[in-house]
Structure formats: structure tokens, C-alpha cells
């Protein structure tokens, strides 16, 4: 029910926005997250933001340089990702919470996009 798009190959300093389509029913229900997951690392919490525009933000390295944002109307939720870093480089996913709290643990997620990759380097 989730698609992300927008990843690829970017030199540091650049910026990306990746956009997660949700082609499901409960879109404006609950809250959409972003992940990631490093090469032999676990998958990390970015960010979140509920039905409503509430934000919470996981990841202190991505402060200030992430931007998570959601058109209802669209069915979309955005990361915008800007001064981009080699450590950045990661599979990004995008999920759905299974209530209606924005949560850092993955496992309070249940529909999972396939992810797309984003990769930092000069």
C-alpha cells in the first residue's frame, strides 16, 4: 500500500526529496514514518508526522536538515533531505503506524514500503 520514490545517487551537500504514496484507505488516519537502514546497521528512525501535521523527529543528526511533510489530498508524505552526507547513505523506508502515535520503535509500524535507496558520495 506504500511506494517510496525519489532516491539515487547524489554528491555531498545536495539535497533529495523522497515521497511515500499511499494507495491504501487509511491514509489520513494514522501516521506515516520515515526509516533507514545502513549496510550491516538496524533500521533507524528519522521522523514522523500524524494525520493531523504533528511532527516528531528521531534522528538527531537528521535535525535541522530533514523536513518530513504530508499532502493529505495526495496521499503523500515527503522527506525532504537537504546538505546531504555520505553517512546518509541508506535504504529509506516509509510506514504506517498501527495507531495513531508517532513512535520511534519500528515494530509499532505494520505496512512497510519496499524502500529506496539514497546514496551519498563524491
Known amino acids: 500500500q506504500l511506494a517510496e520514490s525519489g532516491g539515487g545517487l547524489v554528491q555531498p551537500g545536495e539535497s533529495l526529496r523522497l515521497s511515500c504514496v499511499d494507495s491504501g484507505t487509511t491514509f489520513e488516519d494514522r501516521p506515516i514514518g520515515w526509516f533507514r537502514q545502513a549496510p550491516g546497521r538496524e533500521r533507524e528512525a528519522i521522523s514522523c508526522?500524524?494525520?493531523?501535521?504533528?511532527?516528531?523527529n528521531f534522528k538527531d543528526s537528521a535535525r535541522g536538515r530533514f523536513t518530513i511533510s504530508r499532502d493529505n489530498e495526495k496521499k503523500t508524505v515527503y522527506l525532504q533531505m537537504s546538505s546531504l552526507r555520505p553517512e546518509d547513505t541508506a535504504i529509506y523506508y516509509c510506514?504506517?503506524?498501527?495507531?495513531?502515535?508517532?513512535?520511534?520503535?519500528?515494530?509499532?509500524?505494520?505496512?512497510w514500503g519496499e524502500g529506496t535507496q539514497v546514496t551519498v558520495s563524491s
Open positions: 508526522i500524524s494525520h493531523e501535521g504533528g511532527i516528531r
Open positions: 510506514a504506517q503506524s498501527i495507531s495513531s502515535w508517532c513512535r520511534r520503535d519500528q515494530y509499532e509500524y505494520d505496512y
